[in-house]
């Protein structure tokens, strides 16, 4: 029985990924300003853990890393909402099946109240 993340295409895929995903967060205005200043190099890291992680890949963040990593920021849940419709529009472009979409969706909200600090 295949994983999500190898269904998914494992490590290849959280590549093709990366880059659409990055340039739909930058180009949405309810969330590009958290990312102004972000060193680019770090972000293409960010991105790909981020990805691994919610295709339910090797994980290497907790919650608690998620927590303090965004504790900065003040994220609400429309900052929440706006990246999994930005990754479940990635993830259509790529060709990946609706129901592996929602999976992936309810990972992303598995984590929520860590990310928002609650
Ligand atoms: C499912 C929800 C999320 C997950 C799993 C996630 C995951 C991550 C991970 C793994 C990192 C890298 C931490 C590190 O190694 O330093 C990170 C950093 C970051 N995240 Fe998230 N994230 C989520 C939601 C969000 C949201 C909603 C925003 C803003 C709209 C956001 C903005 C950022 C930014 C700007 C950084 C870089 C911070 C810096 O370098 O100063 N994240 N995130």
Same mark, same amino acid.
Request: glycine share 8%; proline share 1%.
């Given at each position: 029985?295949?994983?999500?993340?190898?269904?998914?295409?494992?490590?290849?895929?959280?590549?093709?990924?990366?880059?659409?995903?990055?340039?739909?967060?930058?180009?949405?205005?309810?969330?590009?300003?958290?990312?102004? @200043? /972000?060193?680019? +190099?770090?972000? !293409?890291?960010?991105?790909?853990?981020?990805?691994?992680?919610?295709?339910?890949?090797? *994980?290497?963040?907790?919650?608690?890393?998620?927590?303090?990593?965004?504790?900065?920021?003040?994220?609400?849940?429309?900052?929440?909402?706006?990246?999994?419709?930005?990754?479940?529009?990635?993830?259509?472009?790529? @060709? /990946?099946?609706? +129901?592996?979409? !929602?999976?992936?969706?309810?990972?992303?909200?598995?984590?929520?109240?860590?990310?928002? *600090?609650?």
């Amino acid at each position: 029985m295949s994983t999500l993340y190898e269904r998914i295409g494992g490590e290849k895929a959280v590549d093709a990924a990366v880059d659409i995903f990055y340039r739909k967060i930058l180009s949405d205005d309810r969330i590009s300003e958290f990312f102004d @200043g /972000v060193d680019m +190099a770090a972000q !293409a890291q960010k991105q790909k853990a981020f990805l691994t992680m919610v295709f339910g890949g090797p *994980n290497k963040y907790s919650g608690k890393d998620l927590r303090e990593g965004h504790k900065h920021m003040k994220l609400n849940d429309v900052h929440l909402d706006a990246v999994i419709e930005n990754l479940g529009a990635t993830l259509q472009e790529l @060709g /990946v099946a609706e +129901a592996d979409i !929602a999976e992936i969706a309810g990972i992303a909200n598995s984590v929520r109240d860590d990310v928002l *600090n609650r």
